[in-house]
């Protein structure tokens, strides 16, 4: 089992920037594949980052160049930089650990992202 905590969302002016964690309750990143995903209002639940256990990063095209996510193995931290934050970044972002050699997929309870002036 892993329990992920997510924290740091927040109201933010357009153009701000903001700093999402994620706490894992164990070392994982070994063998889960991490994601931040967000969901708005009426809309599907959409991937916005991933790192992969080999340090790999994926991004949507909404964000690329914007948003960054790190982690800190040592912390069991998962980030994600916010950077020049736009109204239709708007949402609740999610923390997601996906196992690469279990069925283990664990999400966070969310965190609200509202950005508007």
């Known amino acids: 089992q892993v329990q992920l905590v997510e924290s740091g969302g927040g109201l933010v002016q357009p153009g701000g920037s903001l700093r999402l964690s994620c706490a894992t309750s164990r070392s994982i990143f070994s063998i889960y594949d991490m994601g931040w995903y967000r969901q708005a209002p009426g809309k599907q639940r959409e991937l916005v980052a991933g790192?992969?256990?080999?340090?790999?990063?994926n991004y949507a095209d909404s964000v690329k160049g914007r948003f960054t996510i790190s982690r800190d193995n040592a912390k069991n931290m998962v980030y994600l930089q916010m950077n020049n934050l736009k109204p239709e970044d708007t949402a609740v972002y999610y923390c997601?650990?996906?196992?690469?050699?279990?069925?283990?997929?664990?999400w966070g309870q969310g965190t609200q992202v509202t950005v508007s002036s």
């Open positions: 790192l992969s256990t080999g340090g790999s990063t």
């Open positions: 997601n650990a996906i196992s690469r050699i279990t069925s283990g997929n664990y």
